[in-house]
């Protein structure tokens, strides 16, 4: 026994040695990057299974070839770096942005882009085989409304499971409890799909659990979704948001001592009231009741929930004043009591918000002026008041913002002869301050030269207001500005070049629907590169103005009315294919439309109505969902434009062709224009009998033909255009 102990000994010695032999071997490799660590063969035909049952329209997973042999290189695929085994993958789809520096259209084309980049199809059961798998992500993809695999129970590695968003449907598996070493479960975001549980007991399988996400999840038939998450000792964040809760049954203790954040947006609630329970969730720090539909007055039992930094009570119906308790949380970051009916002004107590970073009133009934004691808020970063009633001049309430000062400012000019030289010098440099939304309010009188100081703005809304005077030129020292919105108001003078000296990373310009002109030379380069312009009812012409052509981002232009009366450079019209939105309306422009049949980004809005082209239709791409040319002197056949590639589908939902030259019989080619919403022929020179293939076009709402020269018999197909 003691010779065997011996041996042992001498055994583990000798392995000691020669691990430590093949670290001391490869160390200095895996310093110098020249050691490569290659995946597993059995993982990489895994992953090549995986693929197979995936639909990928946009390529993304290109690089998942059978030419790459090393699968650790493929996109989304992150191995162990001495391994080699696969422990993660990142195979999320990009979700359209929403923040405030997107417009409609924007976002319009982010959401089609971002259809056509998720993978499509279901989860092969290959996944087993990657057995050291710890973060598995597929969120934002499309899989059809099927049920979440019940393999993915025996995946035991999984410490991260993200499939939220993704179109799956059906029940929850309670495999899913298998996953004892499971930190991260997402499982929300599939609205409309009927995702479901009978039971949450599962959830007593996950102890580690710190984050769960069962947002729109049906949980109506799960009486114990309290009892169970009120048990999960690790459990930190937790997201509810449209999971139909209904009653909720009393449990003697609340043990969710760990919770700090809280999403109960969206919900159905017993009698739309806050439970008590959540009173009870002292260390709660973010806590979210958008969207249940809540009435009256915020409860005030709210108020002993002082470690809140984020309260969301956005989308209700609470029709009060705003309680004065409510600023005395001096924690809060996030503050958001947008689109409500909140009425009367805003107490000077604002000003104890001295931690507040976003603030959004937005959407409410506020009225008067914004007190003083604003200013007192140095670390706000976005301040949300559109959409209220405030009656204020623009220079009362930047004056209230002025508190938080940059000493030694030198002076300022400004263009309202009423402020005194103390306020000029009071107005310092607000550092912090990112977005200012003041949109859809009675703000008036002109805009001072002092709001060229807010040296941090990326995002100014002022639209829909009564702002008058001239633009100051001070906006070019808005160097980070990223989204100005100037529209509807009543400015007027000149704009140069002046204006926009140093905006270099400005991509959305709004400012329709004022009295501006634009006076730049022909060789002037902006130097910004824009993806909106939006500058309707401006001066621009008589000339087109030609550094447009220098904006190789451009999706979104809106140039009507603006008095030009000339032709458009061929530059331009190479432009023509990265364009979502192109207005040129009710101009004076003429000369012919050349052919734009390369590829558009889908449903896009072409209107070039009221104006003086002449010539023949052009050939449109199939992606455009809105032609309107009415209102020219186009003239000659519509059989090349209506037959233009006959066997592909067009999404036209609206076309007009009033009011032009138009002559001819129209060809029997509306097969493939199964779209249309709107047809408009009206006031040309057709002749000849309807087609019958007008018939064809179940979706269509709005038929105009008159005052044309058709003949024969209204066919009978049309009884189709239900």
């Known amino acids: 026994m003691v010779m065997d102990g011996s041996l042992r000994s001498i055994a583990i010695t000798l392995t000691l040695f020669l691990w430590l032999l093949t670290i001391v071997t490869l160390l200095p490799k895996l310093c110098s990057g020249e050691f490569e660590v290659r995946c597993i063969e059995s993982e990489r035909q895994a992953l090549l299974k995986f693929k197979q049952d995936l639909e990928d329209p946009s390529n993304r997973l290109a690089s998942w070839a059978t030419t790459d042999e090393d699968c650790c290189h493929w996109l989304g695929v992150v191995c162990h770096n001495l391994t080699g085994h696969v422990h993660q993958l ?56 099927t049920q979440i695999p019940k393999f993915l129970g025996s995946m035991g590695s999984l410490r991260y499971l993200n499939l939220s968003n993704a179109r799956f449907g059906g029940m929850v598996p309670h495999q899913l409890g298998n996953l004892s070493n499971m930190h991260y479960l997402d499982l929300g975001g599939n609205y409309g799909y009927n995702l479901y549980v009978l039971s949450l007991q599962w959830l007593s399988g996950l102890p580690l659990l710190q984050h769960l996400d069962l947002s729109y999840v049906d949980l109506s038939q799960a009486s114990d979704w309290l009892q169970v998450t009120n048990k999960l000792p690790s459990l930190l964040k937790m997201w509810l948001s449209g999971c139909y809760l209904g009653f909720t049954p009393l449990i003697p203790n609340i043990n969710f001592s760990s919770l700090t954040t809280l999403d109960l947006s969206s919900t159905t609630l017993e009698n739309n009231l806050i439970p008590k329970w959540v009173f009870g969730l002292h260390n709660l720090v973010s806590l979210d009741l958008s969207s249940i539909g809540f009435h009256g007055s915020i409860p005030i039992d709210l108020q002993n929930m002082t470690s809140l930094r984020h309260l969301d009570l956005s989308y ?136 060229g100081n807010l040296s941090s703005l990326r995002s100014l809304n002022l639209e829909t207001n009564q702002i008058n005077g001239t633009l100051p030129q001070c906006f070019g020292q808005l160097s980070k500005l990223e989204y100005l919105n100037l529209d509807s108001n009543i400015l007027e003078g000149v704009v140069s070049k002046v204006h926009f000296a140093n905006l270099m990373r400005l991509t959305t310009l709004v400012a329709s629907r004022n009295r501006l002109t634009l006076e730049v030379s022909d060789k002037w380069v902006p130097p910004f590169q824009l993806n909106a312009l939006y500058l309707r009812s401006w001066i621009l012409g008589p000339k087109f103005p030609l550094w447009f052509c220098s904006q190789k981002h451009l999706e979104f232009l809106d140039i009507s009315n603006t008095g030009i009366s000339d032709l458009i450079p061929h530059l331009f019209w190479n432009l023509s294919s990265q364009f979502t939105y192109l207005n040129i309306s009710h101009n004076h422009i003429h000369g012919n439309i050349p052919h734009i049949p390369m590829l558009l980004s889908m449903s896009s809005v072409i209107d070039m109505s009221s104006n003086q082209f002449i010539g023949s239709l052009p050939y449109i791409s199939p992606n455009v969902s809105f032609l309107d040319l009415s209102d ?18 067009k999404h036209m939902k609206f076309l007009n062709l009033r009011k032009n030259l138009l002559s001819g019989e129209i060809s029997d080619c509306w097969e493939m224009w199964q779209s249309l919403f709107a047809l408009n022929l009206g006031n040309n020179n057709f002749t000849g009998s309807i087609p019958i293939s007008i018939g064809s076009l179940v979706a269509l709402s709005y038929l105009h033909l008159q005052d044309n020269k058709f003949s024969g018999k209204i066919p009978l197909s049309l009884k189709n255009c239900e």
Not at 634 to 648: D, P, Q, R, T, W
Request: aromatic fraction near 12%; hydrophobic fraction near 35%.
């Open 90 to 145: 990142h195979l999320r789809s990009v979700p359209p942005s929403d923040d405030q520096f997107t417009t409609d259209d924007q976002y319009g084309a982010q959401l089609e882009a971002y259809k056509r980049s998720r993978l499509i199809g279901k989860i092969n059961p290959s996944l087993l085989d990657l057995k050291y798998l710890t973060y598995l992500d597929l969120s934002y993809n499309d899989f059809c409304g």
């Open 316 to 451: 209700n119906f609470f029709n009060s004043s705003i309680p004065n308790w409510l600023y005395n949380f001096s924690h809060l970051e996030f503050l958001n009591l947008g689109s409500n009916n909140f009425q009367g002004t805003i107490s000077s107590a604002i000003g104890n918000l001295t931690s507040a970073i976003r603030i959004d009133f937005s959407g409410n009934e506020l009225n008067g002026k914004v007190p003083r004691s604003l200013g007192n808020l140095c670390n706000l970063r976005e301040i949300r008041f559109s959409y209220n009633k405030w009656n204020q001049k623009i220079f009362e309430l930047l004056e209230s913002l002025s508190r938080c000062v940059s000493h030694g400012l030198e002076t300022l000019e400004m263009n309202d002869a009423r402020l005194s030289g103390h306020l000029i010098n009071e107005l310092g440099q607000f550092k912090n301050l990112v977005v200012l939304s003041l949109g859809y309010n009675l703000i008036s009188g002109p805009i001072p030269w002092s709001i």
């Open 632 to 649: 020219n002197k186009l003239s000659g056949s519509i059989s090349h434009f209506l037959c233009y590639k006959m066997n592909e589908v």
